[in-house]
């Protein structure tokens, strides 16, 4: 009788070992960032803007229509290549993109977006990163869909390709 | 001789692992006030950096984990306490950021399971050693 209770602890250590391989497995992503200012009010801040003679204030630009934010810096091979799908939003589709400058050097982002287009309705500056890190911004490109309420609504890591544009102009006609 | 020399080569690779040599933090990042820079490198040590994700911003050369570390030393300047740095950081990046996962319900299993097993286990020699006895 005692040796088959002692088969119990055994049972059960199995139990927790397969319960937590499976969570392992379905539940966790390696890949899948965590992102915690999803449908929180985005952060405010006060920065120079790049074609702009006054101020970008946050608390002034959002809040009354959909808004992708955009972060991106001339440096960024990946931000080049997802170029001609932020410009697609904004021409083709109409959406309003904020683009927010990364580390960047000014004239080298004047040429650039001379070169490749301006999608950008307003080009905040982050000289030194503290506006994306006040975004939870892990590393450039980043893509964020902010709703007319001033709330995040999606976060997208890592250059647009042509599936993800799809994706997010999908949220948001949902939105709309 | 050669197991003195094994005893040898385990005890240096010990106290070489236990000494933590490897730190990013750059010359001018550091603070002036002692006190101040002891608080930031041990926040700095708590904080999982983002890039990399299984080492501390203390010890990640990542850009972003230079951009903490300033951060972190700027708010200790402001006169910010070691919990807002916390909160202001876990705000933005979640708990993810933390090296340690904090106690909450989410996390009893992770937390606690550890002690269950220790005990079952304590359980089960005890029993043993009873019955071998009895023997």
């Keep these: 009788m005692k ?3 002692l088969i119990i602890p055994f049972i059960l250590f199995l139990s927790v070992l397969f319960t937590l391989f499976y969570l392992l497995i379905i539940d966790r992503n390696p890949s899948k960032l965590p992102s915690n200012l999803l449908d929180k009010k985005v952060p405010n801040f006060e920065t120079k803007s790049l ?8 608390s002034n630009e959002f809040g009354n229509e959909i808004i992708l934010v955009n972060f991106f810096a001339t440096w960024c091979k990946p931000c080049r290549n997802e170029h001609v799908y932020i410009k697609r939003f904004s021409e083709e589709k109409g959406i309003r993109v904020v683009g927010i400058n990364y580390k960047d050097d000014t004239n080298n ?15 905040p500056i982050d000289k030194n990163g503290n506006i994306a890190i006040d975004w939870g911004v892990y590393g450039i490109p980043e893509t964020f869909i902010v709703n007319s309420n001033s709330i ?12 993800m544009y799809k994706k997010i102009n999908s949220l948001i006609e949902a939105m709309e | ?12 690779c010990l106290v070489l692992f236990s000494l933590n040599f490897s730190y990013a933090v750059e010359p ?17 040590k708590n904080i999982r950096c983002m890039v990399c994700q299984n080492q501390s911003i203390d010890e990640s050369n990542s850009p972003l984990a230079k951009d903490l570390r300033i951060l972190i030393r700027s708010k200790i300047k402001e006169g910010d306490k070691d919990f807002e740095i916390y909160k202001f950081l ?42 071998s006895k009895k023997n």
């Design chain 1, 152 to 163: 995040i609504k999606y976060r997208h890591v890592g250059p647009i390709t042509k599936e």
């Design chain 1, 109 to 123: 982002t004047i040429e650039w977006l001379k070169n490749l287009g301006n999608p950008y309705s307003d080009i």
């Design chain 2, 90 to 131: 876990t705000d933005r990046y979640g708990d993810f950021i933390l090296l340690k996962p904090p106690l909450k319900s989410s996390t009893l299993a992770l937390w606690f399971l550890p002690f269950v097993f220790f005990i079952i286990g304590i359980l089960i020699v005890y029993s043993h050693n009873r019955k």
């Design chain 2, 28 to 44: 001018e990042e550091v603070l002036e006030n002692q006190k101040q820079e002891t608080r930031a490198r041990n926040i700095s």
């Design chain 1, 3 to 5: 040796k088959k209770l």
């Design chain 1, 51 to 58: 074609f702009k003679n006054e101020n970008f204030i946050s």
């Design chain 2, 1 to 12: 001789m050669k197991k003195r020399i094994f005893i040898i080569i385990i005890s240096v």
